[in-house]
Nanobody, 113 residues
Framework: VQLVESGGGLVQAGGSLRLSCAVS????????WAWYRQAPGKQRELVAH???????NYADSVKGRFTISRDNAKNTVYLQMNSLKPEDTAVYYC????????WGQGRQVTVSS
């Protein structure tokens, strides 16, 4: 599977960013997908995931601020991030939910205070 993340960047606290992840080499529609993040000096953590049927779950730290979605026609999963905080600063990755495979390059998200 190939995972190509895009989006992200630098934003001030309170701002918004959107991440996209184009997936190839997988039967996208039957799989659950997730966004993960890794902040400097910390372990990678699960941020949000979405089932094949569209059910979503979020880490407590982002609940109410982030929205994960998917477009099966485009084999793409998205992460809309609103009300960003400095503690959201990290490299964000997409991957299978619960059984991640080879990681892509990820996208840097930096939130300034």
């Amino acid at each position: 599977v190939q995972l190509v993340e895009s989006g992200g960047g630098l934003v001030q606290a309170g701002g918004s960013l959107r991440l996209s992840c184009a997936v190839s080499g997988s039967i996208f529609r039957i799989n659950a997908w997730a966004w993960y993040r890794q902040a400097p000096g910390k372990q990678r953590e699960l941020v949000a995931h979405i089932s094949s049927g569209g059910s979503t779950n979020y880490a407590d730290s982002v609940k109410g601020r982030f929205t994960i979605s998917r477009d099966n026609a485009k084999n793409t999963v998205y992460l809309q991030m609103n009300s960003l905080k400095p503690e959201d600063t990290a490299v964000y990755y997409c991957n299978y939910y619960a059984k991640p495979t080879t990681w892509g390059q990820g996208r840097q998200v930096t939130v300034s205070s």
